[in-house]
């Protein structure tokens, strides 16, 4: 079953507390990307990736890292948490090209 | 920026149509979406339009794109309690490289 999987789907931690968030595809994607969703604001994109090696910002990068060191995972890293950092977390990948994104079930991130 | 717009809630009684409303403001968007969120659950693709189309239809969704005012709807036909959920349009910006979301619609449907 084509799906991606992000893990773990909550997670409480405190400031300054360095995390990662995984997410896998098992879609061969090309491209895939992290969001972040806050009410009244939709989702934001924190990073995207094209290919292997291959990762640029999004519109909110600030906080957040990212790597690719292979084609199906693309995990997201809070070097030092922070309370802003408090949200609701999208994986999401599709092939390069305009098409529709498939995504992840959701990581609940609450920075205390 | 680019961005989307898109009014924040809406109640329907079971039976009726819905009609979700959206403006973009990305002339060159390709494609535009219309995703679902259930409750604690990720985002799932509903339908989509080409921007050289007008309307296109599946089942219980029709999608109206109005290129010329940046204006797209979403109509539910017969909308059913499992409908409730949040929609969000979004517009597939410049470069391929991501999504533009609107805030997202709350459907509530009541009896």
């Known amino acids: 079953e084509a799906q991606v999987t992000q893990n773990p789907r909550y997670l409480i931690t405190v400031t300054g507390k360095k995390l990662t968030v995984t997410c896998s595809q098992n879609?061969?994607?090309?491209?895939m990307s992290w969001y972040r969703q806050d009410p009244g604001l939709g989702l934001r994109q924190i990073y995207y990736?094209?290919?292997?090696?291959?990762?640029d910002k999004g519109d909110v990068p600030e906080g957040y890292k990212v790597s690719r060191k292979e084609k199906r995972n693309f995990p997201l890293i809070l070097e030092s948490p922070s309370p802003n950092q408090t949200s609701l977390y999208f994986c999401a990948s599709r092939q390069t090209g305009e098409g529709f994104q498939y995504f992840g079930a959701g990581t609940r991130l609450s920075v205390l | 920026g680019e961005d989307v717009e898109q009014s924040l809630f809406l109640s329907v009684r079971e039976g009726d149509s819905s009609v979700i409303n959206c403006t973009y403001t990305?002339?060159?968007?390709?494609?535009l979406y219309w995703y679902k969120q259930e409750p604690g659950a990720g985002l799932q693709l509903l339908t989509y339009i080409f921007s050289n189309m007008d309307m296109k239809q599946d089942q219980r969704l029709t999608v109206l794109l109005n290129k010329k005012d940046k204006h797209l709807s979403l109509r539910i036909a017969d909308t059913q309690t499992g409908d409730s959920a949040i929609y969000f349009c979004?517009?597939?910006?410049?470069?391929?490289?991501?999504?533009?979301f609107g805030a997202g619609t709350r459907l509530a449907v009541h009896p």
């Open positions: 990305d002339s060159s968007s390709t494609y």
């Open positions: 879609m061969n994607h090309e491209y």
């Open positions: 979004a517009s597939g910006a410049g470069g391929y490289n991501k999504l533009i």
């Open positions: 990736s094209m290919n292997v090696e291959v990762t």
